[in-house]
């Protein structure tokens, strides 16, 4: 055989002969394309016997464009690599090759996966499945915390994809050790398959009517009254992102259909995680626009129509977009950050929404929980509209099925039903067996569907981790009401804890310098980077990755239950510190507050993905602990009011005034003269510039003070204008005030309700 790799020709591992083997390829292709689904060819054994093999398949004339999902550069072939992957989110093949020998990325695999249309083949190449969970995997790289590198990570998701594979519909198997045994290829007939019923789609602008209806939706959006979002939600394959290019471009057509066109220009923006999410919908907008006008080019990221305009802005950018814009169009909403979102709700009267139902980049059913409240709360007038049949594959796709089944996003939650009446005096805690966790597929679906719907960013690489990663201990609150027949209740609740820390002296100098990173521990290394306190590299922290409850049993104190129970157990079991780390917002700080843990850390950058600062809080299990927990603490106490002027003079004021609360107000202690200046001040005696430094410092101290009862906009305030020096013009348009004038009169009644606080 002719090795990919080496090109040595290997007389020990004969190849399936081309004719047979290319015959069972045709074969699926032609079962596919018969009833528009996909199919899957799996090749295990030695990885260039399995690359010579798919080398072979990729060629079929039949198969336009075939994609190589590996890390081996291969001649006149399209390989990408996982960290690229998602640039292929929008576009189409015929086949692709994912070469498992270059590590299983679950992310990749669900990502790619997508991209291949009706009648289409995925060619798995991975070692033989008897083996495999016990390869070392390239891609584990990235849950291998230190000191663990990938070669340590376990197989028991590898373990599980195996099972999956095996018992799926539409794949083919074929095993080098059969071959060398001179035993048969599978026969078409022996594939089992599911429903194939024929049916073919119009070959219009919209493909189905679901998403007519979608396009429609948008299109009232425009023309409709103000603050009347929709919604449009599917699973992928289903054209939503063609709906809002489609519906983008017949909005321009018709603003420039008017009679008057210097008074209907036309400004959409489109929004995304990242810019290629949105190819689709500008390839369709292209498509629409160009029978209207055919020399239409697409030129950084903007389609320019007769005056009128679709542009892609980055969420960030579009929070604080100034420029007047007729329409948004979010797609992959789930992706990003409720806040985010909110935020557009707010500014934006001209709205729509398009997410995933089951994503590879965030989760549609979290952002259908936590944001559907949002939506009734500030526009209930909104409209959700599903589109449920496929456009890109038929119904019953066994490759869909597949995808989802390995990487649980088709994961639920116990019923509403089935869970109404728990409290936490009717639960038990545990923190399970991970070997018999992977075996246990009710249990693992429904506490993965649990941190699917309460984090948008949980994604199909953290089921591995959940099965994989070193040092990861799993934690389950059920229910005592009994599933039939197994004696176990139904998963209520759920957390994720990280063991960090313990570092030898000599890689804890190497840190503190700057010449090491070691993967992982991120609340010992933060603290120790970045806060300078070396001994806290030397503690064990239980950080608490993930943590979620049941939707419908939230606010009953399970979520703090199940916290008491982790911090117990971490405690006997020696460590020093419990810690967490989550994009800052008041409601979660006081959460955790309630709980014992406090502020040490606030990140000074937003993060791109959740568009928020992180914080960090902790709280102490010993005294080793409280000592790191409390030099922590207080160099926080002692450099936010500083940072709040600098480095964080975007962080919102309720974080802000939150990491405040329960401080120590004697470094900035306030004299006479202060006193006498903040009273001036509040009484309308004093200008505020006369009084702004002593007011600094009564803010300070004033909102330490965890008793103080200001109200949300006094608080923001002077979080706001005395604290973090904002412009006048920006604080009154941030608190819905007038001008200068407003903003210190408002001041000044802020200013005498914290004088009341303290008497």
């Given at each position: 055989m002719f090795d990919l790799l080496t090109g040595i020709t290997s007389p020990e591992s004969p190849v399936a002969p081309d004719v047979e083997l290319l015959a069972l390829a045709r074969g699926l292709l032609v079962q596919g394309r018969k009833c528009r689904q996909r199919r899957m060819l799996v090749l295990t054994g030695e990885s260039g016997w399995c690359r010579q093999l798919a080398s072979s398949v990729s060629g079929l004339p039949e198969l336009k464009r075939t994609v190589w999902l590996s890390s081996v550069e291969l001649a006149g072939v399209e390989v990408i690599d996982a960290s690229t992957v998602k640039k292929m989110l929008g576009q189409e093949c015929d086949a692709v090759v994912f070469d498992a020998f270059s590590g299983f990325d679950p992310d990749a695999f669900g990502a790619i996966s997508g991209t291949i249309c009706a009648g289409g083949l995925l060619i798995l190449l991975c070692p033989p499945f008897s083996k495999w969970e016990h390869f070392s995997d390239p891609a584990s790289e990235r849950i291998a915390i230190s000191p663990f590198s990938y070669k340590d990570i376990s197989g028991r998701f590898i373990r599980r994809l195996v099972g999956v594979i095996r018992n799926a519909a539409g794949v083919a198997i074929i095993e080098q050790h059969s071959i060398e045994q001179n035993k048969p290829l599978p026969s078409i007939e022996s594939i089992t398959t599911y429903d194939e019923s024929l049916y073919d789609l119009p070959n219009d602008e919209c493909r189905t009517e679901n998403q007519e209806s979608a396009v429609e939706a948008i299109e009232h959006v425009m023309h409709g009254h103000r603050r009347r979002p929709a919604v449009l939600v599917s699973d992928r394959g289903r054209g939503k992102s063609a709906a809002l290019g489609i519906a983008a471009a017949r909005l321009l057509i018709k603003a420039n259909s008017q009679s008057d066109k210097s008074k209907n220009a036309m400004r959409i923006v489109v929004t995304a995680p990242r810019p290629g999410a949105v190819e689709s919908l500008f390839s369709h907008a292209l498509r629409v626009l160009q029978q209207v006008l055919p020399e239409i080019k697409l030129v950084e990221n903007t389609l320019r129509f007769k005056g009128s305009q679709i542009q892609y802005i980055a969420p960030d950018v579009l929070r604080s977009l100034q420029e007047p814009v007729d329409l948004v169009l979010v797609d992959e909403a789930a992706a990003i950050p409720v806040s985010l979102l909110t935020q557009y709700l707010k500014k934006y009267s001209r709205i729509a929404f398009a997410t995933t139902v089951h994503g590879y980049e965030g989760t549609g059913r979290g952002f259908a929980v936590r944001f559907r409240?949002?939506?009734?709360?500030?526009?209930?007038?909104?409209?959700?509209?599903r589109l449920q049949t496929p456009i890109r594959w038929a119904e019953n796709d066994p490759l869909e099925s597949l995808v989802f089944r390995s990487l649980l996003l088709d994961a639920g939650i116990a019923e509403e039903k089935e869970v109404t009446g728990a409290n936490a005096e009717s639960v038990s805690i545990e923190c399970l067996d991970r070997e018999a966790l992977v075996n246990d597929e009710q249990t693992l679906s429904q506490l993965f569907g649990l941190l699917v719907t309460a984090h948008y960013r949980t994604t199909p690489n953290d089921l591995r981790n959940l099965l994989d990663g070193p040092g990861v201990s799993v934690y389950v609150m059920r229910s005592r009401s009994l599933v039939e027949g197994d004696g176990l209740g139904h998963v209520i609740a759920t957390a994720l804890v990280s063991?960090?820390?313990?570092?030898?002296?000599?890689?804890?100098?190497?840190?503190?310098?700057?010449?090491?990173?070691?993967?992982?521990?991120?609340?010992?290394?933060?603290?120790?980077?970045?806060?300078?306190?070396?001994?806290?590299?030397?503690?064990?922290?239980?950080?608490?990755?993930?943590?979620?409850?049941?939707p419908a049993l939230q606010g009953k104190g399970l979520g703090s239950k199940l916290v008491d129970a982790i911090r117990s157990e971490s405690k006997a079991q020696g460590y020093n510190l419990i810690g967490v780390s989550f994009g800052a917002a008041k409601e979660l700080m006081r959460f955790w507050e309630v709980l014992g843990l406090y502020p040490v850390r606030v990140g000074f950058r937003r993060d791109h993905a959740s568009g928020e600062h992180s914080v960090m809080m902790l709280a102490a299990l010993d005294k080793k602990g409280d000592e790191v927990y409390r030099t922590a603490r207080s160099r926080l106490l002692a450099d936010l009011p500083y940072w709040l002027l600098d480095s964080l003079q975007d962080l919102d004021c309720?974080?802000?005034?939150?990491?405040?609360?329960?401080?120590?107000?004697?470094?900035?202690?306030?004299?006479?003269?202060?006193?006498?200046?903040?009273?001036?001040?509040?009484?309308?005696?004093?200008?505020?510039?006369?009084?702004?430094?002593?007011?600094?410092?009564?803010?300070?101290?004033?909102?330490?003070?965890?008793?103080?009862?200001?109200?949300?906009?006094?608080?923001?305030?002077?979080?706001?204008?005395?604290?973090?020096?904002?412009?006048?013009?920006?604080?009154?348009?941030?608190?819905?005030?007038?001008?200068?004038a407003e903003v210190v009169n408002a001041l000044r009644n802020a200013t005498s309700s914290l004088l009341k606080n303290r008497r």
């Open positions: 409240k949002t939506l009734d709360e500030k526009t209930p007038g909104w409209n959700e509209v063991a960090e820390g313990e570092f030898s002296d000599e890689l804890t100098d190497a840190i503190f310098s700057g010449q090491r990173r070691p993967r992982g521990h991120l609340i010992p290394q933060s603290l120790l980077t970045h806060a300078g306190i070396k001994q806290a590299a030397k503690l064990r922290c239980a950080r608490i990755m993930r943590i979620a409850v049941h309720n974080v802000a005034a939150e990491c405040l609360r329960n401080g120590n107000p004697e470094r900035f202690t306030l004299n006479g003269l202060d006193e006498q200046a903040v009273v001036a001040f509040s009484r309308g005696a004093r200008s505020y510039e006369d009084c702004s430094a002593a007011l600094w410092r009564f803010t300070v101290t004033g909102l330490m003070n965890p008793e103080h009862r200001l109200q949300k906009l006094e608080q923001n305030l002077l979080v706001a204008r005395v604290l973090q020096k904002r412009s006048w013009a920006e604080v009154a348009t941030m608190c819905d005030l007038t001008g200068r």
